[in-house]
């Protein structure tokens, strides 16, 4: 395991969890998102997450905020 201890990967799945609810309302059409952790997630906000989220929306023009 390479993300830490129980008490990190719960958090970090808390946190993943947590920006995706939030973020679920800039989706305009209904899709599947499989997210990844990587070293370096352990100290991710919530609010880092979400701003990925969005970037990542965008690039894949699944945001109303994109361009299609």
Known sequence: RKLG?????NRIKRVLRESVRLTK?????????????????EDLSVQEAIS????????AKLSAGSKT
């Open 52 to 59: 990925s989220l969005s970037g990542l929306y965008a690039t």
């Open 25 to 41: 309302a800039e989706l305009t059409q209904s899709c599947r998102v499989v997210l990844v952790a990587r070293r370096g997630s």
């Open 5 to 9: 201890d129980a008490v990190a990967r």
